[in-house]
């Protein structure tokens, strides 16, 4: 059962961009206070989420005071009985990161966001998770540690590779990305992009949208990608 809300959780995650950030704000000569805001939020490889935080937002003063942060990831939308879809807290320790790579994940997934991530007050974070609380419906709550939550070891090799498949595939194979969308996920529209790619499937946007289509089966290696890429694409045409 474990193993089920820990691909619930995975599933949850990588499909959002946005989440409630939760961090304590310090308040002069009281008790620091709980304080909720909405945030971007990217996904790494190891499930650890990336945001980026203006100096000026009052979650960043409570988080250079508290390392210590919670995200509400929200899957819960467009649905007619909200409390009966999943919704999960993260609980884990934030600081910031100057990794190239997760700030390119970040803006890959976040394109509109290059246009201030160089300014002198923006800071790339990771957040190290630490466990989970997840509501997945009525009577379906459990708490996941972060080792039974990622559940797999990530793939070196394919978070390196990453940028040049993203852009490999959006430059040359755009039609199968397309087809991805509007055949395998059901969704309206063109002009849809890839944003990432991990060991269990892939990320789209399309404008303000996203979507996330899984594998049929986890990579076990970075090379196995294109298999899975080609395969979807088979699928999709009705090979």
Same mark, same amino acid.
């Given at each position: 059962m474990t193993d089920e809300f820990a691909q619930v959780a995975r599933g949850l995650i990588r499909s959002c961009d946005r989440a409630s950030l939760a961090t +304590? +704000? &310090?308040? @002069?000569?009281?008790? @620091?206070? &709980?304080y909720v805001s909405l945030v971007l939020v990217a996904v790494d490889?190891? +499930?650890s989420p990336i945001l980026l935080l203006s100096d000026l937002a009052e979650h960043s003063k409570g988080i250079a005071a508290d390392g210590r942060v919670s995200l509400l990831f929200d899957g819960t939308v467009g649905l007619t009985q909200p409390l009966t879809g999943a919704r999960l807290s993260l609980l884990g320790t934030i600081a910031e990161t100057h990794d190239r790579r997760l700030k390119q994940r970040f803006l890959a997934r976040h394109p509109d966001a290059a246009l201030y991530a160089g300014f002198k007050d923006f800071r790339f974070y990771k957040v190290t998770p630490e466990r989970a609380h997840l509501v997945a419906g009525f009577g379906k709550i459990h708490w996941i540690g972060a080792s039974e939550m990622l559940n797999m070891a990530p793939l070196p090799e394919l978070a390196e590779g990453e940028e040049s498949i993203v852009r490999h595939m959006n430059e040359d194979h755009s039609d199968a990305i397309q087809l991805y969308a509007t055949k395998l996920l059901g969704l309206p529209g063109t002009g849809w992009t890839m944003t990432g790619i991990d060991a269990e499937g892939i990320d789209l946007r399309q404008g303000g949208q996203v979507a996330r289509l899984a594998f049929q089966t986890p990579l076990a290696s970075a090379v196995e990608a294109r298999t899975a890429l080609i395969s979807l694409l088979k699928t999709a045409r009705g090979i």
């Open positions: +304590l +704000l &310090p308040t @002069a000569g009281n008790p @620091a206070w &709980p490889h190891d +499930l």
